[in-house]
């Protein structure tokens, strides 16, 4: 029988850990030290308007009253980033709602507004680009966004 070995208990019960497995929550813990709330929020914002534009464009995968959880979220935390990534957050932002507008008819949520019955209809309005939108002629950004490739 070839079962995986557990190794011993720790001092605590726990099992010890071998130098790999070590080595992995020193490099963990180095990053946790060094990492700035600032760079989570960055990512964390970029991964659900990854996941925003995935559930409007994504046949397979399309959620649109997820798609305006989404959308709320990052202009709930977009004025919390730092100015760069921030203009960045915004323009991608504007892209994800054209598109979001688009699958419901030519209405984009609006700030405030609550969600409709069965989440897919927002409140009326027109779509409008995210405040501070920066004009299209600006050099390509080095933050990845939907749509960007």
Partial sequence: MNEPETPPPGPEGEPELSAEQAEMLRQMEEEMRQIRVQDLLAQSVVSILNLAYRRIVKEDERDLAQARVGIDAI???VDLLEPEPQREVK??????QMLYAQQTGGAAPEEGSPPAA?????GGGTPRPAEGAEPA?????R??????G
């Avoid at 323009?91 to 994800?96: D, I, P, R, T, Y």
């Avoid at 933050?143 to 960007?148: A, D, F, R």
Wanted: charged share 10%; proline share 12%; no cysteine.
């Fill in 143 to 148: 933050l990845w966004t939907p749509g960007s």
């Fill in 75 to 77: 202009r709930a935390t």
């Fill in 91 to 96: 323009n991608a932002l504007s892209q994800v």
């Fill in 118 to 122: 069965g989440g897919d209809a927002p």
């Fill in 137 to 141: 002629q600006k050099a390509p950004s």
